[in-house]
């Protein structure tokens, strides 16, 4: 969506109420003017996060202030130049801007001393719009992974392991607070059992903590090893800060025997089967769970079938839900690369019609390896 020439884009939930408030904040004044003091005390008693500018409006400081209210769907904005409002905030000059966050967590308000510049108001409400420890869930899930912000997840359960992790996070947390993101969540339900899912972590597994790093074209997620507690948490994150961790990568067990047409590839086997020098790769990435990706495996196995005698021409599929393919971050289903011998690295996608006939035309198209089947009466 276009604002006043400037774009926006939509990365949230695809729900009627969601998408009408995130309109409506773009098009409508992201802040509302607060004429008395009852007014200001139910603005703040009424929702988690708010922010009030304090001081006159058309100034160079509430420009700013404005263009980065609009940046933000979950906060709710204010803005007065009341003084007995002032006043009941403990704003000591009300002719000098100012901007105080309320929220209904740890200390219940922060207080922006930076410069009033659309950056450093920006960088001061997102610090503090959540707790230093966030529960992860859809407004967690949108900060972290639509923002690239690497994050600390501890995933547990409330027994007595979870609780003592718990406890080792919350003694941590000064020391890590503004170097990194930090969440905890459940692995049974919600965002925290999709989210544990998708990066292999089970019920059997937790307590568990894991640095998880959206900012580099895929997830890359880093694991402690050690036992749970404050002095491990802490050097977990000096090491990943100064590099000197090792992804790791989620990976089924490969199968006993893989000679059908369609290969195949879990994580521990993708780059020997997928990088295979000699060979092109053409592999299909699904979800379990997705109805397109059920339903075009059929077509996709069907073609499967009719090239298994094209010399060195492999096509795979993969579970990408239960398998990471190192290098690469799926997150559409499903979704089709070909490897071919050219550049491995560099995988063409197919972005054609999902049926057997344009799906047969992209693999010749790309093919480096002959076509033809050298024996076409062998069934």
Known sequence: MFVNGHPWTYDGNLTHHDLHEWVKKKVLPPSVEVQSP???ADLIAGNDVVVIYFGHPYTPEFDAYIAAAREFEDVHFGHT????????????????????????????RADFDGKFTLEEIKMFIEVNEFPQVMIFDSKAARKIFSGSHPCLFLFHEDDEKGRAAVDSLTEAVEALS???????????????????????????????VMIIDPGHGQQLKYLLEREINTESILQFYEDWANKRLTE??????????????????????????VFDQSKDVL?????????ESKEYLQIYETIANKMKRVPNLVLAKMNSIANDAEGFHIAIFPTIKFFTTKDKNSPIDFRGERNEIELTKFI?????????DPNPNQK
């Not at 170097?179 to 568990?208: C, F, N, W």
């Not at 994580?267 to 020997?272: E, I, M, Q």
Request: charged content about 20%.
């Open 248 to 273: 790791v990568y989620k990976s089924e067990d490969p199968p006993l025997i893989n000679d059908g047409p369609v290969k195949i590839v879990v994580g521990h086997t993708f780059h020997d089967i």
């Open 38 to 40: 009852q007014a200001a």
């Open 81 to 108: 130049a009341h003084p007995g409002i002032a006043s009941q905030y403990s704003i000591s000059d009300p002719s000098t801007p100012k901007i105080v966050l309320f929220k209904k967590f740890e200390e219940g």
């Open 178 to 208: 503004g170097h990194i993101l930090i969440a905890r969540s459940s692995v049974r339900e919600g965002y925290g059992q999709r989210l544990a899912e998708h990066v292999g972590i089970t019920e059997k597994d937790v307590p568990v």
């Open 283 to 291: 592999v299909f990435f699904y979800a379990p769970w997705s109805t």
């Open 364 to 372: 010749r198209e790309h093919l480096t390896v002959s076509w033809f």
